[in-house]
């Protein structure tokens, strides 16, 4: 008998720890200064950046896990 294994709880977790590390991101470009520390700046947009894309993988790939489990079903 096939088993499946789904890692979706610490997936979800890791994509709740992302936004939150994004809204810190980008509260901190809000109270920065952008004119008296534009490579502070830019380091941080980059940061933002990458952990956005990060967080979005995740959740791609959590889409994908649930469109697979919904035609999995579907089919049963």
């Known amino acids: 008998m096939a088993t499946l294994y789904f890692k979706v709880s610490s997936d979800w977790e890791q ?5 939150q590390e994004c809204e810190r991101l980008e ?3 809000k109270k920065m200064d952008v004119n008296k520390s534009p490579a502070a700046a830019k380091a ?5 950046a990458s952990t956005r894309q990060q ?3 995740l959740v791609t ?3 994908k896990a649930g469109a697979v489990m919904a ?4 089919s049963a």
């Open 15 to 19: 994509v709740v720890k992302l936004r």
């Open 27 to 29: 509260a901190q470009l």
């Open 44 to 48: 941080l947009e980059t940061q933002l």
């Open 55 to 57: 967080m979005m993988g």
């Open 61 to 63: 790939e959590a889409a």
């Open 71 to 74: 035609q999995m079903s579907s």
